[in-house]
């Protein structure tokens, strides 16, 4: 995509950092979906998810 276009032509760099979540439990299963498939990308992240709820069902 666009990001990429510019990563390759060097006007911009992607520095990997963490994301924190909180209430996770909103998260429907292509919230989940995306996550998944950010967190198998080659860039290194780190994703903290958070809730105040025991369990849940999604």
Do not use: W
Not at 3 to 22: A, C, H, R, T, W
Not at 37 to 53: D, K
């Amino acid at each position: 995509g666009e990001i990429n276009k510019y990563i390759d032509q060097g006007v911009s760099e992607l520095v990997p950092s963490m994301l924190f979540m909180y209430e996770v439990y909103m998260l429907d299963i292509e919230g989940f979906t995306s996550m998944h498939r950010a967190l198998e990308s080659s860039i290194t992240l780190i994703i903290i998810f958070a809730s105040n709820r025991g369990h849940c069902v999604i």
